[in-house]
């Protein structure tokens, strides 16, 4: 059931993928520019300001708190949004991450490993230990934390720290 749900969730990561390339590109005929960046293609400029607004949603030292030094941010093409990974190698054979997502409901439904009710966040926040995952409602949309961190006795406490965080930047 995971492999099936997990295939599902990079078939629509896939086809968000192929809208961005398809609507920023005008079948190669020629090369269309954006004002801002002369001289690039507009869907590769849509990328690139879609992860500097997502890995925007924390800082490097928020991040780097609560897994060293990482990559700085990178799309993350499971979940959405943005993921961290720590740049210093395995850590009980686990690379540690962060990840932080903004999803409309649907996507949302999708995807999320929605776990028990849980307090100390935002009204309708779950969180689910086994993934380390808190999602929560935040405007109109739902935000997420996952934390893959090798003390599985701090994921809660830093999915919750997190996703205050979150939740006063959306």
């Known amino acids: 059931m995971q492999i099936l749900r997990k295939l599902g969730q990079a078939a629509i990561v896939g086809a968000a993928l192929a809208m961005v390339v398809a609507c920023g590109s005008d079948g190669g005929s020629s090369s269309s520019t954006s004002a801002e960046n002369p001289g690039t293609d507009d869907a590769a400029s849509a990328v690139t300001e879609a992860k500097g ?11 780097e708190a609560v897994i060293g030094p990482n990559d700085g941010g990178q799309h993350d093409y499971a979940l959405g949004g943005c993921i961290w990974t720590a740049t210093s190698g395995a850590k009980d054979g686990l690379v540690e991450a962060i990840s932080a997502t903004v999803l409309p409901k649907a996507q949302y439904e999708a995807v999320a490993e929605v776990g028990e009710q849980v307090s100390g966040s935002a009204d ?16 109109s949309d739902f935000c997420g934390i996952k934390v893959n961190i090798s003390d599985p006795d701090k994921r809660k406490e830093v999915a919750l720290r997190l996703g205050k965080i979150l939740q006063d930047r959306v």
């Open 53 to 63: 607004g997502e890995c925007e949603r924390l800082t490097k030292s928020e991040v």
């Open 124 to 139: 309708g926040a779950t969180y689910d230990t086994i993934h380390g995952e808190l999602w929560f409602p935040c405007k």
